[in-house]
């Protein structure tokens, strides 16, 4: 009969249970289930991996939007890059939702309530307009109310299942918004898309001190896993007052800014996109700020990113060809 | 086992376990640990912080101590005091790393067994309050945290939210998570609540604006109040500033000090 695991909290310095190391290493002396995790054997080579290269080979370019801290406005810049791409209806542009806890995307996109729908190939992305289709967990809830309160493997899965289910179809652009941090999901999308091609990510900030000390972890992981660095955005870059058109800095750049760090760390600075209070409520109300408030200094910030991350992927395909 | 036994010793000189939490990012809780500590030890409590944001731990640097190093002593490791009369003490990752900008990138497991050292392994002495920091979500990080400390019956949770619907919709969400682990949600902060231009004071709603009170409002819990967008207070914490003694003009300071009264008063009302 197969043993069954003994649930107790792993030990201090778990290698975890499918690591190469399970029931082999100095913590997991004195672990109930060391003789379960040291008997199980190598694990083979997930089949899911080969599965998502294979629905890869239809994705051209992938960028990820990434993080350290929460809050700086990765999905807002992800929902503006989906539909700044898909402007051009020439392209396919697909936008994945990692956050497994706090997914904003169907929000923003206008798709709150939408429910993901089987067919013969997969599940079907929804679309927001004809080249436009959105993933996230938010279609899979019943309710706004409904929590996701998963441990770390659970969340795994599902980024599994987002990438090897989905039937993305031909893809020009794959965005994938992620959670703030350096954890599961981040470790899982790079273990997964590892072996396809990424462009890159794109990291977002804002200017003060307390981002991007969490940035720059961020960056350090981005070298860790060879995640290649499309370049830094600092948002919510200063606001201008509707009345008397003064600047305030209310994230103040203590320390220089995204501009000193991205000196700093040798990476690209993509541009700076002031606060515009215009920006959350088109979020809110589901609608794309570009199209809704054409002439804000933020759209022109927006549209001057878009097409530097545009040149950066078309840069990449060449060089490839 | 002796860890249970350890537990019981490191915080049984707690008197009020408060965690601070939200669904979302960047909403203002470490900045409201921080700020709700400075303003308990302004009305003579001893308070600890401890910092479970494992990948991105904020708290250190606003209250200025991100050099300290952490020091083990019989009861296990010694929290790092910031001020001289000993009055706030903190617990956080970010004395453990080497450099600053060392990424932890750590699956769950890790992550948990981490938080449970931390809980039962910080030698915190006798504190009046012991505030927990959490990273945005609900995943392993909180789901450790309450069934550690749950045997030591928090005072409850405060919730942060901003007032746009993208983060009332995340809050939601924590709100069920406490409802699920029968943790008492003592109220919730709209934070960056309305920015009062410096120049010509025009008020604008950058983040919109109710969001949060409606919240509170149609899940039946305490609205505790708005914060405002402040930069003094940005800049407060980005120097590791006491803001609650420097600035008490300051737009965002009558909010955070009846904040803080209000908590003081569920801890009184508790006693009686």
Known sequence: MAEEPVAVSPPHDCPGTSSAQAGKAAACQGCPNQRLCASAGPAGPDPALEEIQEKMKGVKHKILVLSGKGGVGKSTFSAQLAHGLAANDTKQVALLDIDICGPSIPKMMGLEGEQVHQSGFGWSPVYVEENLGVMSVGFLLSSPDDAVIWRGPKKNGLIKQFLRDVDWGEVDYLIVDTPPGTSDEHLSIMQYLGATHIDGAVIITTPQEVSLQDVRKEINFCHKVKLPIIGVVENMSGFICPKCKNESQIFPPTTGGAEMMCKNLNVSLLGKVPLDPQIGKSCDNGQSFLSEVPESPATSSYKNIIQRIQDYCGLHQSQEK | ?272
């Open chain 2, 1 to 272: 086992m002796e860890e249970l036994g350890g537990e019981k010793s490191n915080l049984a000189g707690v008197r009020h376990i408060l965690l601070v939490l939200s669904g979302k990012g960047g909403v203002g809780k470490s900045t409201i640990s921080t700020e709700l500590a400075l303003a308990l030890r302004h009305a003579g409590k001893k308070v600890g912080i401890l910092d479970v944001d494992l990948c991105g731990p904020s708290i250190p640097r606003m209250l200025k101590v991100q050099d300290k190093d952490v020091h083990q002593c019989d009861s296990g490791w010694v929290p790092v005091f910031v001020d001289q009369d000993k009055s706030i003490s903190l617990m956080s990752i970010g004395f453990l790393l080497e450099k600053p900008d060392d990424a932890v990138v750590w699956r769950g497991p890790k992550k948990n067994a981490l938080i449970k050292q931390f809980i039962s392994d910080v030698a915190w002495g006798g504190l009046d309050f012991l505030i927990v920091d959490t990273p945005p979500g609900t995943s392993d990080e909180h789901i450790s945290t309450v069934e550690s400390l749950r045997p030591y019956q928090p005072l409850g949770a405060v919730l942060v939210t901003t007032p746009q619907a993208v983060s009332v919709g995340d809050v939601r969400r924590e709100l069920t998570f406490c409802k699920k682990t029968g943790l008492r949600v003592i109220g919730i902060i709209e934070n960056m609540s309305g920015f009062v231009c410096p120049h010509c004071s025009e008020c604008t709603n950058i983040f919109s604006k109710g969001g949060g009170e409606e919240l509170a409002k149609h899940a039946g819990v305490p609205f505790l109040g708005c914060v405002p967008l402040d930069p003094q207070l940005s800049q407060s914490l980005e120097e590791g500033r006491d803001f609650i003694q420097e600035f008490p003009k300051s737009s965002a300071f009558p909010a955070l000090s009846n904040i803080a009264q209000q908590i003081l008063d569920v801890t009184s009302s508790q006693s009686s």
